[in-house]
C-alpha cells in the first residue's frame, strides 16, 4: 500500500474502509485492471497496484488534509501527489470548503485536463448596511463558471483534470497539462471584515465559489491519463480513482505501457 502523509492525525471512516475491503474482494486478478485502450492499439502495461485512500476531515473547527505520492514508473520516486481538502468555514455562515487535487513533481509527466476548464468568470458588487451602530460596506467577488452580464473573463485559473471511463478509447489529442489541477471543489463561500483607519466603519469581503464546472463524477470508477517522455521514449498510462463524500479519494492502481526497445 502507497503511504500516506498526514498534515493531522485522524483516523478514517468505518464505512469507507469497509469499501474498500469491498473494492479488493471484487477484484479477480491484475488483468481486470487493464481496462483502458490507447487509440486503436492495446500496448503491454505495467501494473501496480496502490491500494490507497485519502480523506481529510474536520474535526473541531481545524482544517484537515491527506495526500500521497505515486510512484507511476517504478524507480522508487514519486512523480505526482494527490491531496485530499477540507476546511469549516463558519462565516457569513457555517459551511465546509473541500477539495481534492493533484500536482506533478516529476517533469517528465503530464496529464490530460479539459480544455477551457481554467477559464471562469468573476462579477462584482458592492453592499451597504449597518453592523450595530457601524456602517458596513461588503465588497461581494463571485467566481462562477457560468457567465452573466458585465462579468470579467479570468484564464488564469487551474485547470480541471479529464476523467475516463473504464474501456475508453484513448487518442493523443488532448490538452496535456504539467501544472497542478482540480478533480473537484466544493461551493464555498467565506466573508472577512475590519475596521477602517479611523475606526468609525466597516469594510469586508465576501468571496463566493460556486465550484468547478467539470468536476469528477463521484461514486464511479474513473480513470486519469498521463505521458511520459524521456528522449525519444514516450510512454502513455493511467490511474484509477474513485471519489465519494466529495472529497474521499480512493487509488485503486496504475499502469503504464512498456518501453518500446
Same mark, same amino acid.
Given at each position: 500500500?502507497?503511504?500516506?502523509?498526514?498534515?493531522?492525525?485522524?483516523?478514517?471512516?468505518?464505512?469507507?474502509?469497509?469499501?474498500?475491503?469491498?473494492?479488493?474482494?471484487?477484484?479477480?486478478?491484475?488483468?481486470?485492471?487493464?481496462?483502458?485502450?490507447?487509440?486503436?492499439?492495446?500496448?503491454?502495461?505495467?501494473?501496480?497496484?496502490?491500494?490507497?485512500?485519502?480523506?481529510?476531515?474536520?474535526?473541531?473547527?481545524?482544517? %484537515? =488534509?491527506? &495526500? +500521497?505520492?505515486?510512484?507511476?514508473?517504478? !524507480?522508487?520516486?514519486?512523480?505526482?501527489?494527490?491531496? $485530499? #481538502?477540507?476546511?469549516?468555514?463558519?462565516?457569513?455562515?457555517?459551511?465546509?470548503?473541500?477539495?481534492?487535487?493533484?500536482?506533478?513533481?516529476? %517533469? =517528465?509527466? &503530464? +496529464?490530460?485536463?479539459?480544455?477551457?476548464? !481554467?477559464?471562469?468568470?468573476?462579477?462584482?458588487?458592492? $453592499? #451597504?448596511?449597518?453592523?450595530?451602530?457601524?456602517?458596513?460596506?461588503?465588497?461581494?467577488?463571485?467566481?462562477?463558471?457560468?457567465?452573466?452580464?458585465?462579468?470579467?473573463?479570468?484564464?488564469?485559473?487551474?485547470?480541471?483534470?479529464?476523467?475516463?471511463?473504464?474501456?475508453?478509447?484513448?487518442?493523443?489529442?488532448?490538452?496535456?497539462?504539467?501544472?497542478?489541477?482540480?478533480?473537484?471543489?466544493?461551493?464555498?463561500?467565506?466573508?472577512?471584515?475590519?475596521?477602517?483607519?479611523?475606526?468609525?466603519?466597516?469594510?469586508?469581503?465576501?468571496?463566493?465559489?460556486?465550484?468547478?464546472?467539470?468536476?469528477?463524477?463521484?461514486?464511479?470508477?474513473?480513470?486519469?491519463?498521463?505521458?511520459?517522455?524521456?528522449?525519444?521514449?514516450?510512454?502513455?498510462?493511467?490511474?484509477?480513482?474513485?471519489?465519494?463524500?466529495?472529497?474521499?479519494?480512493?487509488?485503486?492502481?496504475?499502469?503504464?505501457?512498456?518501453?518500446?526497445?
Amino acid at each position: 500500500m502507497t503511504p500516506i502523509l498526514k498534515m493531522k492525525s485522524h483516523s478514517f471512516f468505518s464505512s469507507i474502509l469497509a469499501g474498500i475491503s469491498l473494492v479488493k474482494a471484487c477484484r479477480k486478478d491484475d488483468k481486470s485492471h487493464i481496462k483502458f485502450l490507447f487509440g486503436e492499439e492495446t500496448d503491454e502495461m505495467i501494473l501496480t497496484i496502490h491500494d490507497t485512500l485519502i480523506n481529510a476531515t474536520t474535526v473541531s473547527g481545524e482544517w %484537515d =488534509q491527506e &495526500s +500521497v505520492g505515486l510512484d507511476l514508473d517504478n !524507480n522508487n520516486q514519486s512523480d505526482i501527489w494527490f491531496f $485530499s #481538502f477540507e476546511d469549516l468555514i463558519t462565516y457569513p455562515e457555517e459551511n465546509l470548503w473541500s477539495y481534492i487535487r493533484f500536482n506533478i513533481t516529476n %517533469d =517528465q509527466f &503530464s +496529464v490530460a485536463a479539459i480544455k477551457g476548464s !481554467n477559464v471562469y468568470y468573476e462579477t462584482g458588487s458592492t $453592499s #451597504f448596511d449597518y453592523y450595530g451602530t457601524f456602517p458596513r460596506r461588503t465588497n461581494n467577488l463571485i467566481r462562477s463558471c457560468e457567465y452573466s452580464e458585465n462579468a470579467v473573463v479570468d484564464s488564469s485559473y487551474y485547470f480541471t483534470a479529464e476523467t475516463f471511463e473504464a474501456g475508453s478509447k484513448f487518442t493523443d489529442e488532448v490538452l496535456w497539462n504539467k501544472n497542478d489541477m482540480y478533480l473537484n471543489i466544493s461551493p464555498h463561500h467565506q466573508a472577512i471584515y475590519n475596521y477602517n483607519m479611523t475606526g468609525d466603519s466597516i469594510i469586508g469581503e465576501h468571496y463566493i465559489h460556486k465550484g468547478l464546472c467539470h468536476s469528477a463524477p463521484q461514486n464511479e470508477t474513473i480513470y486519469l491519463v498521463f505521458k511520459k517522455e524521456l528522449g525519444l521514449q514516450t510512454n502513455y498510462g493511467w490511474i484509477e480513482l474513485k471519489i465519494s463524500d466529495e472529497n474521499a479519494l480512493y487509488i485503486g492502481a496504475s499502469a503504464i505501457t512498456k518501453d518500446v526497445e
